[in-house]
């Protein structure tokens, strides 16, 4: 029978990943896909990050062949991993972070974030492996804080002529970004406010989150009672912009004319001439006076990454008058200075807070004018100006890296431009690798993919190589190069020298410009090639001089195969030892423990670790024997072989139907017709022989051991029995009784051709009608008990009536006292039974007794006897302290023990001075019969105590030899 079990749950992991292989071969990769649009959190709350997989041909994910990477890529940081599951482990690296797994097996690997906070914004990258298969997808989520927004006052009254300041505060909020600015409403229309507004710097609270207020002057006059203002705040977390609303009142002042108006106008006019003078002076300070412009060094982010967006700033400041001008310039490695940006502050523009895009002035055709965006914004306070310049590129490693920018600030103040410089050092970001995701059963001879993603890094190219360092059975060879790769490169260089093994490259660009790869090694291993052997995967990055490995050793196991169960005999004989074996083969490693059933009920087990033969190949053999006695009862039952092994899960079975067994034939007792025959009778003697197999069997009849000729004997056809499936017959035999045949043994034997061996046999004493026949002796109760009544009963049968006598015996002497007969009852035909019972109450004298039941047959003077000895047990005797009398110096003192209920009455007794036996005499009374039915007795001595023997230990030592029991008394001899 062929093998058969649970194979196929171990199979399953390896022939998805074959699949997988057929499937990436055809260009099948994962899809994988994320939130459409961003994510928007508010800190503090929980988030779902949606990753769905499809474009795998099962119906639910096997875990084991699945694994899943999220990584967060913050601004301006490298990639970081956030979670990790491979092969049913999960690896969280942000604390509480999940992915469910019963949502996985749907294809489902979204990440749980709980209480989100600011600093994981960025962009979330969910990279799945279904081996060899890789997609991934990303999506961004921003965290916020709304602003808490507040009016110092939401109705305002001003006197004519004066002035007051409205405050309007935003707090608690996040990101730093927001727009806070001021409208007037009033029967004219609505009026951006833009002068008399001072909005400070943002102040950031501890828990991340900033503050920040926006004054606005007024200083209206009785046209702008009743208008409204309104503080209108813009940021991201808010779903539209929040306004916040204050009413003006404007009133006449109270005039109050006092008394010497003429001497102040005087004064005053004095005052003011002076202050006119003052105030000339001043102002030919502030606003005629020339100054100079402070230029700062231009500030650059601490690392600028390779096609990332990167802005360098330069302030320009207090300077006067406005107008200014400048130019910015590029220098190459190797290449010539040139001028990417001019700038001038033309006279007469506003100088207002807006930015002011000059991209326009970037001259087209110059990839390095195209390349940089340059902002610039002017503002004037005080009559001195500021501007500040914003250089946004993004970079190039290749073309960026090394160059030089300048930029030339001139001013009517300066003989010559102030020139500042940066040297632009551009930085890729180098790959980052998980471990190699190997199958989880790697089988011999079995194709797999060792996948070895690589991700997060820029720019091109990438050099992958696999290594193999091979295992102990080939140590001798060393470190192995199978193939290198050189990706995101025209030249492609590997070693195809090696037919083993294939290599694919499955890559994956991503919206950050990075690239991930997933390199596939694909062979078939086997366990002398490739058990424990070291597989390296080794990545080179010559943008960022990484270099990093990845490495995983092989687990190769080989799946047991069996063979058919064998039996010796090939047909097992009944209630004879039979062999079976079973070859089990081709496995690896080589513990294998092999369970061996009948019909489930488990007959042998054996955990063979040292006993299996390793093969040529590396896999191992190995033969299990059982020995065993089959019943009749097991045909049509199941043998069963049944062996587990690491390499499958559950266990791998082969199976033997016994549905053939030879069986000698069982004969049931012989039975006669009359039962009880007199001389002249013609008797039918009939044996049935049932339980054999085959059917060939002969019938052969013996009287006193001598075989029987007769034509008067006959035998039926062998029939099946549909029950047991096993042949049944009988043989019959006409004899005419004579009169010597009493007692004579009459035999039958069934020769079984194929168990010639082993002859069934059966026998019978023939009793002729008229001679007594005795059952054996029955006891009520079952187990006797000292004391207590006991009655012996004695069956006769088959006599003639007033032809017997009986009698019961103890030591060859006749019981006379509680014997009792029933009255001859007949049977048929003048034959007579009849029940003989002795009551008696056993004791001690009946320990060991032979009891007997004759019965004489006063025809033939032919007695027939039955016996029994009562099982009565033996017990030790129970033994009293010693007690002690007279024990005065000089008379004399007597010391006696007393011994109850023991049987029987065979004791050794002993008595010791001291240390020393004691020599006198002892007098031991004769046992007696006490009212339990156990025996009683007592053992004394007595002697003249001398004064040396104050305080000596007196010891009775007493010995029961039937229970080998030995028990101890003593005293002190004191007066």
């Given at each position: 029978?062929?093998?058969?079990?649970?194979?196929?749950?171990?199979?399953?992991?390896?022939?998805?990943?074959?699949?997988?292989?057929?499937?990436?071969?055809?260009?099948?990769?994962?899809?994988v896909?994320?939130?459409?649009?961003?994510?928007?959190?508010?800190?503090?709350?929980?988030?779902?990050?949606e990753?769905?997989?499809?474009?795998?041909?099962?119906?639910?994910?096997?875990?084991?062949?699945?694994?899943?990477i999220?990584?967060?890529?913050?601004?301006?940081?490298?990639?970081?991993?956030?979670?990790?599951?491979?092969?049913?482990?999960?690896?969280?690296?942000?604390?509480?972070?999940?992915?469910?797994?019963?949502?996985?097996?749907?294809?489902?690997?979204?990440?749980?974030?709980?209480?989100?906070?600011?600093?994981?914004?960025?962009?979330?990258?969910?990279?799945?492996?279904?081996?060899?298969?890789?997609?991934?997808?990303?999506?961004?989520?921003?965290?916020?804080?709304?602003?808490?927004?507040?009016?110092?006052?939401?109705?305002?009254?001003?006197?004519?002529?004066?002035?007051?300041?409205?405050?309007?505060?935003?707090?608690?909020?996040?990101?730093?970004?927001?727009?806070?600015?001021?409208?007037?409403?009033?029967k004219?229309?609505?009026?951006?406010?833009?002068?008399?507004?001072?909005?400070?710097?943002?102040?950031?609270?501890?828990?991340?989150?900033?503050?920040?207020?926006?004054?606005?002057?007024?200083?209206?006059?009785?046209?702008?009672?009743?208008?409204?203002?309104?503080?209108?705040?813009?940021?991201?977390?808010?779903?539209?912009?929040?306004?916040?609303?204050?009413?003006l009142?404007?009133?006449?002042?109270e005039v109050?004319?006092?008394?010497?108006?003429?001497?102040?106008?005087?004064?005053?006019?004095?005052?003011?001439?002076?202050?006119?003078?003052?105030?000339?002076?001043?102002?030919?300070?502030?606003?005629?006076?020339?100054?100079?412009?402070?230029?700062?060094?231009?500030?650059?982010?601490?690392?600028?990454?390779?096609?990332?967006?990167?802005?360098?700033?330069?302030?320009?400041?207090?300077?006067k008058?406005?107008?200014i001008?400048?130019?910015?310039?590029?220098?190459?490695?190797?290449?010539?200075?040139?001028?990417?940006?001019?700038?001038?502050?033309?006279?007469?523009?506003?100088?207002?807070?807006?930015?002011?895009?000059?991209?326009?002035?970037?001259?087209?055709?110059?990839?390095?004018?195209?390349?940089?965006?340059?902002?610039?914004?002017?503002?004037?306070?005080?009559?001195r100006?500021?501007?500040?310049?914003?250089?946004?590129?993004?970079?190039?490693?290749?073309?960026?890296?090394?160059?030089?920018?300048?930029?030339?600030?001139?001013?009517?103040?300066?003989?010559?431009?102030?020139?500042?410089?940066?040297?632009?050092?551009?930085?890729?970001?180098?790959?980052?690798?998980?471990?190699?995701?190997?199958?989880?059963?790697?089988?011999?001879e079995?194709?797999?993919?060792?996948?070895?993603?690589i991700?997060g890094?820029?720019?091109?190219?990438?050099?992958?190589?696999?290594?193999?360092?091979?295992?102990?059975?080939?140590?001798?060879?060393?470190?192995?190069?199978?193939?290198?790769?050189v990706?995101?490169?025209?030249?492609?260089?590997?070693?195809?020298?090696?037919?083993?093994?294939?290599?694919?490259?499955?890559?994956?660009?991503?919206?950050?410009?990075?690239?991930?790869?997933?390199?596939?090694?694909?062979?078939?291993?086997?366990?002398?090639?490739?058990?424990?052997?070291?597989?390296?995967?080794?990545?080179?990055?010559?943008?960022?001089?990484?270099?990093?490995?990845?490495?995983?050793?092989?687990?190769v196991?080989?799946?047991?195969?069996?063979?058919?169960?064998?039996?010796?005999?090939?047909?097992?004989?009944?209630?004879?030892?039979?062999?079976?074996?079973?070859?089990?083969?081709?496995?690896?490693?080589?513990?294998?423990?092999?369970?061996w059933?009948?019909?489930?009920?488990?007959?042998?087990?054996?955990?063979?670790?040292?006993?299996?033969?390793?093969?040529?190949?590396?896999?191992?053999?190995?033969?299990?024997?059982?020995?065993?006695?089959?019943?009749?009862?097991?045909?049509?039952?199941?043998l069963?072989?049944?062996?587990?092994?690491?390499?499958?899960?559950?266990?791998?079975?082969?199976?033997?139907?016994?549905?053939?067994?030879?069986?000698p034939?069982?004969?049931?007792?012989?039975?006669?017709?009359?039962?009880?025959?007199?001389?002249?009778?013609?008797?039918?003697?009939?044996?049935?022989?049932?339980g054999?197999?085959?059917?060939?069997?002969k019938?052969?009849?013996?009287?006193?051991?001598k075989?029987?000729?007769?034509?008067?004997?006959?035998?039926?056809?062998?029939?099946?029995?549909?029950?047991?499936?096993?042949?049944?017959?009988?043989?019959?035999?006409?004899?005419?009784?004579?009169?010597?045949?009493?007692?004579?043994?009459?035999?039958?034997?069934?020769?079984?051709?194929?168990?010639?061996?082993?002859?069934?046999?059966?026998?019978?004493?023939?009793?002729?009608?008229?001679?007594?026949?005795?059952?054996?002796?029955?006891?009520?109760?079952?187990?006797?008990?000292?004391?207590?009544?006991?009655?012996?009963?004695?069956?006769?049968?088959?006599?003639?009536?007033?032809?017997?006598?009986?009698?019961?015996?103890?030591?060859?002497?006749?019981?006379?006292?509680?014997?009792?007969?029933?009255?001859?009852?007949?049977?048929?035909?003048?034959?007579?039974?009849?029940?003989?019972?002795l009551?008696?109450?056993?004791?001690?004298?009946?320990?060991?007794?032979?009891?007997?039941?004759?019965?004489?047959?006063?025809?033939?003077?032919?007695?027939?006897?039955?016996?029994?000895?009562?099982?009565?047990?033996?017990?030790?005797?129970?033994?009293?302290?010693?007690?002690?009398?007279?024990?005065?110096?000089?008379?004399?003192?007597?010391?006696?023990?007393?011994?109850?209920?023991?049987?029987?009455?065979?004791?050794?007794?002993?008595?010791?001075?001291?240390?020393?036996?004691?020599?006198?005499?002892?007098?031991?009374?004769?046992?007696?019969?006490?009212?339990?039915?156990?025996?009683?007795?007592?053992?004394?001595?007595?002697?003249?105590?001398e004064?040396?023997?104050?305080?000596?230990?007196?010891?009775?030592?007493?010995?029961?030899?039937?229970?080998?029991k030995?028990?101890?008394?003593?005293?002190?001899?004191?007066?």
């Amino acid at each position: 029978m062929p093998c058969s079990g649970d194979l196929w749950p171990a199979l399953f992991p390896g022939l998805i990943a074959m699949l997988a292989l057929l499937w990436a071969a055809e260009g099948g990769d994962l899809v994988v896909s994320m939130n459409s649009k961003t994510v928007e959190v508010f800190v503090n709350k929980d988030a779902l990050l949606e990753c769905r997989v499809s474009g795998y041909k099962t119906s639910e994910i096997d875990l084991q062949n699945v694994g899943v990477i999220w990584y967060l890529t913050r601004l301006g940081a490298p990639k970081e991993e956030v979670y990790k599951f491979s092969a049913g482990t999960h690896t969280p690296y942000r604390k509480d972070a999940a992915i469910f797994d019963d949502e996985l097996k749907k294809g489902i690997a979204s990440l749980f974030l709980p209480l989100v906070q600011f600093n994981e914004e960025g962009d979330y990258t969910c990279v799945v492996f279904i081996s060899p298969d890789q997609g991934s997808g990303k999506s961004t989520m921003i965290v916020s804080a709304k602003p808490q927004m507040s009016l110092s006052a939401t109705a305002i009254t001003i006197e004519n002529g004066t002035e007051k300041s409205v405050k309007c505060d935003s707090t608690a909020f996040y990101p730093l970004a927001i727009q806070i600015s001021w409208l007037k409403k009033s029967k004219s229309g609505e009026q951006k406010i833009l002068d008399h507004i001072c909005t400070g710097s943002p102040v950031k609270n501890e828990d991340g989150t900033y503050n920040v207020s926006s004054h606005m002057r007024l200083r209206p006059t009785l046209q702008d009672d009743g208008n409204t203002y309104v503080c209108i705040v813009r940021h991201r977390s808010l779903g539209k912009d929040t306004e916040l609303t204050t009413h003006l009142t404007v009133r006449e002042p109270e005039v109050v004319v006092p008394g010497g108006i003429i001497t102040g106008c005087v004064i005053g006019s004095i005052l003011l001439c002076s202050l006119f003078m003052i105030g000339g002076f001043l102002m030919y300070l502030k606003i005629l006076k020339k100054v100079p412009p402070k230029v700062s060094e231009i500030a650059k982010p601490p690392h600028i990454i390779h096609l990332e967006e990167t802005v360098l700033t330069c302030h320009i400041s207090g300077y006067k008058p406005a107008d200014i001008s400048l130019c910015c310039f590029l220098q190459r490695e190797g290449g010539n200075k040139s001028e990417i940006f001019q700038w001038s502050s033309a006279p007469g523009h506003s100088q207002a807070p807006e930015a002011i895009d000059q991209q326009s002035l970037i001259c087209n055709g110059d990839s390095a004018k195209e390349s940089f965006h340059i902002e610039m914004t002017a503002a004037t306070h005080d009559g001195r100006s500021s501007a500040k310049c914003k250089i946004i590129f993004i970079p190039d490693i290749d073309n960026d890296d090394g160059t030089v920018l300048f930029l030339h600030v001139l001013h009517s103040t300066l003989g010559k431009p102030i020139i500042k410089s940066i040297q632009l050092n551009v930085e890729g970001i180098a790959p980052k690798m998980t471990n190699i995701i190997a199958p989880p059963h790697i089988i011999h001879e079995e194709m797999i993919a060792l996948s070895c993603p690589i991700d997060g890094f820029k720019p091109r190219p990438l050099a992958i190589t696999w290594y193999q360092k091979p295992n102990i059975a080939n140590e001798n060879m060393g470190l192995k190069e199978i193939v290198r790769t050189v990706f995101g490169s025209e030249d492609v260089i590997a070693d195809w020298d090696l037919p083993k093994y294939s290599h694919s490259l499955n890559e994956l660009a991503n919206e950050d410009n990075t690239y991930s790869v997933t390199s596939f090694l694909k062979f078939t291993p086997t366990i002398l090639a490739d058990h424990e052997t070291v597989y390296v995967c080794e990545v080179e990055h010559p943008a960022t001089a990484s270099n990093t490995q990845r490495q995983v050793k092989l687990d190769v196991k080989a799946i047991p195969e069996c063979e058919d169960i064998k039996l010796s005999p090939e047909i097992p004989i009944a209630e004879e030892f039979a062999v079976s074996t079973c070859r089990i083969h081709s496995f690896f490693p080589k513990n294998i423990t092999v369970t061996w059933k009948m019909d489930n009920k488990l007959m042998q087990e054996t955990k063979a670790e040292n006993e299996p033969t390793l093969g040529p190949d590396g896999r191992y053999s190995f033969t299990d024997l059982l020995k065993f006695i089959p019943a009749r009862e097991d045909l049509g039952k199941i043998l069963t072989c049944k062996f587990q092994h690491e390499s499958i899960i559950g266990a791998k079975r082969t199976d033997h139907k016994l549905d053939k067994l030879t069986s000698p034939p069982l004969l049931d007792d012989m039975k006669i017709e009359p039962q009880n025959p007199k001389p002249g009778d013609l008797t039918t003697f009939s044996c049935h022989a049932r339980g054999f197999y085959p059917k060939d069997v002969k019938f052969m009849w013996f009287k006193n051991e001598k075989m029987i000729d007769d034509n008067e004997i006959t035998f039926t056809d062998p029939e099946i029995d549909k029950n047991t499936g096993f042949f049944c017959s009988e043989s019959r035999w006409k004899y005419k009784i004579l009169p010597d045949d009493h007692q004579i043994n009459f035999k039958v034997e069934a020769l079984h051709f194929q168990t010639v061996h082993r002859p069934a046999k059966v026998f019978h004493t023939l009793h002729l009608g008229g001679t007594p026949m005795l059952s054996d002796i029955i006891l009520e109760p079952e187990t006797p008990f000292y004391g207590q009544p006991l009655v012996l009963k004695c069956n006769v049968t088959n006599f003639s009536q007033n032809g017997i006598s009986t009698n019961w015996l103890m030591d060859n002497e006749p019981i006379l006292k509680g014997v009792r007969n029933t009255d001859p009852r007949e049977e048929q035909d003048g034959i007579y039974q009849l029940c003989s019972c002795l009551d008696l109450t056993p004791t001690a004298l009946h320990y060991n007794k032979k009891l007997v039941f004759e019965v004489k047959n006063e025809v033939t003077s032919e007695v027939i006897t039955k016996h029994l000895y009562l099982p009565l047990p033996g017990n030790s005797p129970n033994v009293s302290e010693i007690n002690r009398k007279a024990q005065e110096e000089s008379t004399v003192a007597s010391f006696m023990v007393s011994l109850t209920d023991y049987v029987p009455q065979k004791i050794e007794v002993k008595w010791f001075k001291g240390e020393q036996r004691y020599v006198g005499p002892v007098h031991n009374s004769q046992p007696q019969v006490a009212t339990t039915g156990l025996f009683s007795s007592t053992t004394e001595i007595q002697f003249i105590p001398e004064p040396s023997d104050h305080d000596l230990e007196i010891r009775c030592e007493i010995f029961h030899l039937e229970t080998k029991k030995r028990i101890y008394r003593k005293c002190r001899l004191t007066f």
